[in-house]
C-alpha cells in the first residue's frame, strides 16, 4: 500500500483553477495532491533574433520554487545570483514539450512566455507544470483569438505529463516527495493527448534498470496521462 | 471618487488565509483588493556570526514577484542574476520592521526566514508584506513554543504598515496601482499596534511637499493602521 | 554635551571646494566634519531610452566608498562584484532628490551623471552627498549654458540634506558616526530652498518612536537645511 | 545511404588513446568519427559535506568544449561568465551515469573529478564524454590501488553511451552533427555492460514519437553500447 | 645542469602540427617539452564597434586550461563565474603582440579570434600560445587569400615569444614549470622575426635585478626566438 | 617641446601630502601633475591561507579611479559587476612590487591592504600608485612599530616607479595622457631606491622598437626614479 493509500497506478487527487491571474493572459493553478504550481502564459508581441528569418513565434518557459514551498526552505536563485542545473533542465524541458503540440509558424510573430512557480512542492512538480502550462497556454491562444490577433488555433493536440517510478520494486504511477526520494528508478513522461511520446526521460538512481521496467513504467505513464487530458480538456 | 470608489479614509477589502503553507512554520496569504501575498516565516536552528557573540536571534526577510504578478512581465530577478535596488530597499524595510517589535535575546540563537511572495500586485505589496509577515511570524513562534523550544513569546508589540500620499491634491489612504502611478506624494507608513512608529518613508514624486501635507498622510495612517492592528488580532 | 562639544542643533564646520576635478563638467570637495566626499556632475548627450518618448532629459547618481574612507576597511564593491543592498538605496535616494527640483524637459535629451565618491567618512556621507551633488549640478548647468548648449537654467529650486536622530533620548542635529552608531531613531530629510519636503526617511533602531518626536526631528532639520541653502547659495 | 556511407546501425570508427594527460590519474582521447573528447579523471582526498555523515566517496564531472572545436566558433563560458543550460545538464548526467556502477562507499571518502573537454565535435559529444570518462575512471582506480591507496576496485560494471535517433523516418545509430540537426526524434542511451538501462532521454524534435519506434531505438542502443563495451575491455 | 639536461641556452623540443582542427581557419598543436597547446585563428565577418569608424580590423585572443592540464587540478573559470587577473594578462598580451605584426586596415573589415587552450602545461604556455597562434593566424590568411576574400598578406612580419629567466644565479632559456617556480627573475620575451621588441615582460621574484642581468636575459631570448622563427617558416 | 613645456628628461611636478586619510594606518595623496592618486595602507592582523604555513605576513593591493577621473566618465567596476583586465594587471604589478622590497617574514602574520584610488587621471596612474603605496605603507609600518606590534621594519629597500616611451621617435621620461596615447613605444619600470630593478615591462603600440631603444629608455626611467626616491625620503 502506498503512502497515501493510492493504489499503485493511481494519479493523486488533481485539481485546475484557470484564470488564477488577473494580468496574464491565460492563467491557471494546478494541484496533484499537496503539489501546488501557479502557471501562466503571457502574449509578448515580439520574437528572439533566431525566430526572425522564418517569421516564425516562439515558446519559453519559465520555473521557479518559492523559498518556503519544500521541507526545507529553499535559498532563492535570485539571492545566489544564478540558476542551478535543476532549474535549467526543467524550464528547457518545459519548454520543449509544449512546443512540440505548437505550429510555431501560426502562431505569428509573437513569443508566449510560459511560468510555472511552485507555491508548494511534494513530488511531481515539473510535470505538473507541463500540464499546467498546457491549459495556461490554451488560454492565452483563445484571448488572441477573440482579441482579433490570431486567426486560427495553432496548437495541434494537447500535451500533459506525469512521473513514474520503481519504489521497493514496484512501478507506481505520480510519485509524491517521499515516494520520489526511495525511488529506484524515476521517469517523467511528456505525452501528447493522441497518445504520442515527446519526452521520456528515465534515470536509474543507483541501480540500472531493465528493458521490461523500461515498458512497464510507459504504460503506467500512459494510464496517468489519457486522465490528465481528461482533466485539461475541461478546463480550456 | 476613488477608481474603485472607495473613499479616501478606506482601506481595501483585507483577506488573510493563514496556514497556507504546508511546510513552513508560519504563513498566509494576504490579500489587500487586488493585491495578493503569499508570507512564511521558516525557522532556522542557527544565526549569522554577528549574533553569536551576543548569543542573540536573528529575523531576515526576503521578497519577490511571481513574473506574472503584474500588467508587463516582470523579468525574474533569478533569470538576471542579481537583485534590483528596488527588492533589496524592500527586504530592508520588511526585516528591519518587524526586528523592530521582537526582544531577539528572547528570540535564542536561531534566525527567522520571512519571505514575502507576491503572487498578484496592485499597489502597496510592500507594506502588505509587512502586515501578513507580521502574522506567519507569530504563527512560527507559537510553533516553536508549542514544541517546547522558546518558553515565552519575545514579541512586544504588534506592527503592520499601509501606504498613504497625495493623489491629484487630495490625501488617500492604501493606494492601489493606478492611483500609486500617479501620486504626488507616496509614503510608506510602519507602525506598531500601540500606535508608535517604526518607518516613515515619504518621497516627492516631482513635486516637493508640505509639512502639513506630511501631518495629514500621518494621520490617514494612522487609521488605516488601527484597522489592520484588528485584523492581525484575529488571525495570530 | 555632544562629542564634538557642539550643541544638539548645531551643523559640524562645512566647507565646500568647487572645480575639484578637471574634467567633469561641474564638482566640488564638500567636507562636513571628518565626513569628505567628492561630488560631480558629468553631462552625456544621450538619455535613457524611457526619456526618449518624452523627449527629457535624465539625472542619474551613483554612489562609493574608498576602501579606506571608514575606521574598518571597507572591501571594494567591485572586487565583490555587486552592490550592496545600501549603496543602491543611496543611489535612488540622491538621483530621486536632485531631479525633484529639475525640469527635466527643460534640461534637453541629456543625461547628467552625479557621481558622490567618499574619501572619508564620519556619518552622513548619504545627505552630504546630496548636498554637495547639487552644487556639482549647478556648475554643470551653468557650463552648459556658457558653452550654449543650453538656453535656460532648468532649476527651479535648491535641494539640500541633512541627518537628525534621537541619542540618549535627544533630538540632535547632523550626527557623527558615533552618535548615528547609538541612535534610537535615525532620520534622512532632504528639503528644497523654498521649505518644501522632498524625502522624509525616519527609521526607529531598535525602539518605535512617538509622533511627536517625529515633529521635533522634522524642525531640526529644517533649522540645519536652512543653513546649507546658506552655504550653497554662495557656492553656485 | 548515410552521409558517410555507414549503415543505420554501424557505429562510427572508435579510437582510444589512453595515458593522454602527464598529470590526471586517469585519461584518455576518445575519437568517434570526427567528435575527439579528452577525458581526465583527478582524485582528491577529500568529499563534499553531504557525503562525510556515509563516510563515502564522490564522483562528479564536468564538461566543456574548445571555442573552435565546431562549425560556428562557441563563445567560451568562462567569458560569459556562466554555464549554460546544456552544459549543465551534460554534466549531471556524466557524473550520473558513472556513479551508477561505482560503490562510493568502496571508493573511501575521496572525490574522482571527471573532466570531458571537447576538442572537436560532430555529434555525440556527451554519449562520447561518458564512454571516455569511464576508461579515464578505471586507470584513475587503477594507480590508486597500484599506489595502496585502494584495496579492492569498487567499479561494479562498465557503462557506456551511444546516440540514436530517427532521420528522415528510419532509426539510426550514432548520428553525427548532420544527421542529429534534422534528426525527428533524438535519443541518449547510458548502458552498463551487462546490458542495464542507466539513462534513456528521448526527445521529439518537433514531431512526437510512438513507442514502436522507442522499442526500435533501444534495440539500436543496445547494439552500439555491446560494440563499445568491447572497445573499453581493451583500454583498461 | 639542468632538470632534463639541456644547456642554459637551449629550447626544449619544439612539435608543431598544424590543420589540428577541422573548423577553425588556421589551426596547430604546438608543443615544447611536455607543454602543449592547441591554437586557432577563427575568422568573423564584422568587427568590433570602435573599428567602424576607421574601417579595419581586428584581432583578439582567448586564452584557457583544461583543468587536468597542471599537476594540481585547475578549477573551471567557466565554473566560478570569472576570468582570473592571470588570464586577461595573458589574453591581453597574446592579442597585443599578433596585432603588432598584422596591418589591420589590409586586413579588412573581420574579426580574427585567436584562442590558445592549454591540453597540457609545463611552464611556457603563454609564450608557446603566441608562438602558436602566429602560425594559426598565417593559416587563416591563406584561407582567405585562397577563398579570394582578401588579395593580399596584411602580415608584416612573423612573431614568437619565449620565456627566460634567472635561476640559482643562471641565466637559462625555456623555463620549463620546475625552474619557472624557483627562478629569482622571469622574463617573457616577444619578438618579430627581423628581431624588434614587441614585448619585454621581466619581474623580480622575491629579488630585484641588475641591468646587466636584463641585457642577458634580452640576448638569450633572442636566441631562443631566431630558433623558433626558423620552426615556425617550415609550418606557415 | 613636449606638451607641457616640459624636457624630453623631465618629471612633472610631484607633490605629496601624507597622512592625508584618518582612519588608515599610513595613507597620502601623490600628485604628479594633474594625475592625483590616494594611497593608504591598512594592516588587517590576519593572513590569507597560503601565508599561515610560512608564518609570514602579507601585502596585496587593489586599485581603483573615480568615475569622473578622466576626460571621459568611466563606468564604475562595481556597476558593471567586474574588475577589467587592466585593473587586475594594475593590481597584481603594485602588489608584486611592493612586495619585492618587505620581508614578509620579519612583517609577522598579518596582511597590509594597499588601496590605490585615482582621484584625477593624467597618464602613470599605475606608477604615482606603487611610489604613493611605498610611502604609504612606510607610515602604517611606522605605526606598527609605535604601537609596538612590530620590533623591527621589515622594509628593506625604497621602491618607486615611474614610465617612460617613444613619442613621435623621442624617448621621452613620465608621459602625461596626451603624450601616452600616442606613443610608439610605451614602458613601466619600477625599481629600487638602490638602482635595482623589479619590474621592466615594454610594449611596443604598433610597432615593434630595437634594443637601442630599450636601453635608452631604461635611462631616463633610473633618472626619473633616482628622482622620485629623493622625494620618497622626504616624506617617511
Chains 1, 2, 3, 4, 5, 6 share one sequence.
Not at 520555473?63 to 540558476?83: D, F, H, N, Q, T
Amino acid at each position: 500500500m502506498r503512502i497515501d493509500k493510492r493504489k499503485n497506478n493511481e494519479l493523486r487527487s488533481v485539481t485546475v483553477r484557470t484564470k488564477y491571474l488577473k494580468h496574464a493572459h491565460g492563467s491557471c493553478l494546478i494541484e496533484m495532491g499537496d503539489t501546488k504550481v501557479v502557471c501562466s502564459a503571457t502574449v509578448e508581441e515580439k520574437v528572439p533574433f533566431f525566430c526572425k528569418e522564418e517569421k516564425k513565434g516562439w515558446i519559453t518557459a519559465e520555473y521557479g520554487m518559492l523559498p518556503a514551498s519544500c521541507s526545507e526552505r529553499i535559498v532563492r536563485e535570485a539571492a545566489k545570483g544564478k540558476l542551478s542545473g535543476r532549474t535549467q533542465e526543467i524550464q528547457r524541458l518545459i519548454g520543449r514539450s509544449i512546443r512540440s503540440v505548437v505550429d510555431l509558424k501560426k502562431l505569428g510573430e509573437r513569443t508566449i512566455w510560459l511560468d510555472a512557480d511552485v507555491i508548494q512542492g511534494d513530488g511531481g512538480t515539473r510535470t505538473a507544470s507541463i500540464t499546467g502550462c498546457y491549459i495556461a497556454l490554451k488560454h492565452a491562444i483563445k484571448k488572441l483569438i477573440e482579441d482579433g490577433l490570431l486567426a486560427k488555433d495553432p496548437v495541434r493536440d494537447s500535451v500533459a505529463a506525469v512521473s513514474v517510478g520503481v519504489v521497493r520494486g514496484k512501478p507506481m504511477l505520480d510519485l509524491c516527495y517521499e515516494e520520489d526520494s526511495k525511488a529506484e528508478v524515476d521517469m517523467n513522461i511528456v505525452m501528447t493527448g493522441s497518445g504520442k511520446l515527446v519526452e521520456v526521460q528515465g534515470t536509474a538512481e543507483g541501480k540500472p534498470f531493465s528493458e521490461a521496467a523500461l515498458k512497464q513504467l510507459i504504460q503506467l505513464g500512459k494510464k496517468g496521462i489519457r486522465e490528465l487530458t481528461g482533466i485539461q480538456k475541461k478546463h480550456v
